[in-house]
């Protein structure tokens, strides 16, 4: 895509820049979730390019994003004990151990998400965008309850608020009528 082409991609309803559409993303900082959206496509790119052969964005799928995620765990700093590790279970082991830094289930969900985002703001269709498959959702899923398995921390989903709409139409939080 040509810089031009990026610029109106940057500059869609999603960037966080505010102001007309005429306007240039030069003018204003990108936000640092863009800046770091822009640096993660840039690295995906790429990682792509370097494979052999070198592949097109538009020939990546699923399975790519999904050796990307497992190439990146050897830059990770998150000691993930495995299960034939004396501390696996533990939530604060006593000593080391020679168990794998990987990339943390967080940092992994973010980058999807940003990843995501930036493969429809630069032309991708959101049917074939390779970041929202579900064996990406799977892989994700797998990650995080091997790591809190690791840390001896079951992962919990937080439960959102609700609020309970009275018969008389005021909306509130869920506590009991009166």
Request: hydrophobic share 25%.
């Amino acid at each position: 895509m040509s810089s031009k082409g990026k610029e109106v991609a940057e500059g869609s309803s999603r960037s966080s820049a505010g102001g007309g559409g005429d306007d240039h993303n030069q003018q204003q900082p990108l936000s640092r979730y863009e800046s770091q959206k822009r640096r993660d496509w840039n690295t995906f790119g790429q990682y792509l390019r370097n494979q052999r052969p070198p592949v097109a964005l538009s020939q990546c799928s699923s399975n790519h994003v999904l050796e990307f995620l497992r190439y990146l765990d050897q830059f990770g700093k998150t000691k993930v004990h495995l299960q034939g590790c004396l501390f696996f279970g533990q939530s604060e082991p006593p000593g080391p151990c020679t168990c794998p830094l990987r990339q943390a289930w967080g940092s992994l969900d973010a980058l999807i998400g940003r990843l995501r985002a930036a493969y429809e703001e630069n032309g991708g269709l959101p049917e074939t965008n390779p970041f929202a498959s579900g064996a990406i959702r799977v892989y994700l899923r797998e990650v995080r309850d091997s790591q809190a398995k690791a840390r001896g921390i079951p992962y919990k989903k937080k439960k959102k608020k609700r609020n309970v709409i009275k018969p008389n139409g005021d909306t509130s939080s869920n506590l009991p009528m009166q």
